[in-house]
């Protein structure tokens, strides 16, 4: 007879929505802020298009990155595909296949086509040095993708796109806050753009914002993130609606008055399981640059199955089972998902360190949805699966696959 999840759980019985440990769970700044914001935009009438809120939202940003333009929109999806689209990129761009879908779709969206490269094994970013023989004459730029708010190699980036003058882009979906080489991640590239998706550590509920320091590029943006248009009646380039609206903002706004603290806690939370983890075997917290600026949203651990006996996706059952959602970022790699998997058959042959990554990571909870307690027990039963303690592998693993 099948179990319940809640007969089988070592912590007790089925918990609610809420209280199931999940990643991706949102900070929240001060309600009371927010509620004022959002009744002041009621009040004003002004709901969206370039409404104040956004444009404060916008100054914001630029001043903490250091750059000259900021342009918010409603997602960084769309922001990708208007930054792709106002850097005339067509034809083929190439970026790594170990990342979130969105940045391989924002490409093709627009018909051009992601050429996936792999990535480097110990910083998870695009290895520069694979990049040369997938460049062909079609080619017209580079997307790195700062994943977990880890730098990407950007001289070497810079310096392949100026040989083969390709315009260079960032997916900075991760990075806001973070820094390379001491210099905050936003001034990259032709243009970077970041998320402001719930599940960032700093949201504004669904947003995302377009940053560069070129005041051409940066004019085109805005108007094609507003239909194209330069004035009314008046239409100058194709254009999408990619506008954030005002509550999007208020909540952003306020979402940035607690970042510090989030970041604290973070921290707080990346340092406790760095010393729980520490003694378990074959589950390795990957590192952030102590000498960087970093958001530390995501608590990424490499399961090496060959120390710790058991696969990251069994872990993963067992975690689940338990009520902790984690998550197997970016499992199984862009290039085994349609439209792209049936393209090209062999491409993972290619991509060994995806292949690699995509089946050892799991992201763990943090934020400020979760607790010290809650840490803990999730490092307990990382070490229970892992080490066998009172309960061995195969029986957790026989109870969840039962269920
Ligand atoms: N580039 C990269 C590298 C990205 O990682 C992303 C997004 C993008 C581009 C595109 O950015 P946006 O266009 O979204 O601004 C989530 C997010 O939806 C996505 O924004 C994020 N990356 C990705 C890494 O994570 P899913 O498919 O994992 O979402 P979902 O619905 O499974 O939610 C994750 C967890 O968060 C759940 O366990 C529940 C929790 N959650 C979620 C929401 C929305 C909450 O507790 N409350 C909430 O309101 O993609």
């Keep these: 007879m099948k179990k319940k999840i809640s007969e089988l759980a070592i912590f007790g019985g089925l918990p609610t929505f809420s209280e199931k440990l999940h990643v991706g769970r ?116 580079i997307m790195g993708v700062h994943l977990w708010g880890r730098g990407c190699n950007v001289e070497a980036l810079q310096e392949i796109a100026r040989r083969y003058s390709l315009k260079l882009l960032f997916d900075a979906a991760h990075a806001f806050g973070c820094s390379y080489r001491g210099q905050m991640i936003g001034s990259f590239g032709n243009a970077e753009v970041f998320s402001f998706h719930a599940t960032k550590f700093c949201n504004s509920f669904e947003g995302g914002a377009i940053v560069t320091n070129d005041s051409e590029l940066a004019k085109k943006i805005r108007l094609m993130k507003n239909f194209g248009f330069s004035d009314f009646d008046c239409v100058d380039d194709i254009g999408i609606n990619g506008k954030m609206n005002e509550v999007s903002a208020a909540m952003g706004l306020t979402s940035l008055e607690s970042i510090d603290d989030f970041i604290d806690i973070n921290i707080e939370n990346y340092k406790q399981y760095q010393q729980e983890l520490s003694n378990i075997p074959g589950v390795n917290l990957i590192a952030y640059d102590k000498k960087e600026r970093c958001n530390y949203q995501y608590v990424i651990v490499d399961i090496d199955e060959s120390i710790t006996g058991i696969d990251r996706d069994k872990l993963y059952r067992i975690l689940w089972a338990e009520n902790i959602l984690a998550r197997r970022y970016f499992y199984p790699g862009c290039h085994q998902m349609e439209p792209y998997r049936s393209r090209i058959a062999d491409m993972g042959l290619m991509l060994t360190n995806t292949r690699h990554l995509a089946a050892r990571i799991l992201a763990l909870p943090t934020g400020t949805a979760i607790g010290k307690r809650e840490i803990s027990k999730i490092c307990q039963i990382l070490r229970l699966a892992t080490t066998g303690g009172k309960i061995t592998n195969e029986m957790l693993y026989q109870n969840v696959c039962a269920c």
């Excluded at 309600?31 to 444009?55: E, F, H, M």
């Excluded at 790594?96 to 992601?114: C, D, K, N, R």
Aim: charged letters at 20%; aromatic letters at 6%.
């Design 26 to 141: 949102p900070n929240i700044g001060s309600r009371q802020i927010l509620l004022q914001r959002i009744n002041d935009v009621l009040d004003r009438k002004w709901l969206t298009n370039n409404g104040p809120l956004v444009q404060e939202f916008e100054q914001e940003i630029a001043s903490l990155v250091g750059v000259k333009h900021c342009i918010a929109t409603c997602n960084a999806t769309v922001g990708l595909q208007i930054a792709i689209k106002a850097c005339e990129l067509k034809g083929e761009v190439i970026i790594p296949s170990f990342t979130f879908i969105a940045t391989a779709h924002a490409l093709q969206w627009q018909g051009i086509e992601p050429i996936f490269c792999d990535v480097d094994p110990h910083t998870h970013n695009i290895d520069p040095q694979k990049i040369e023989p997938l460049i062909t004459d079609k080619t017209t730029g």
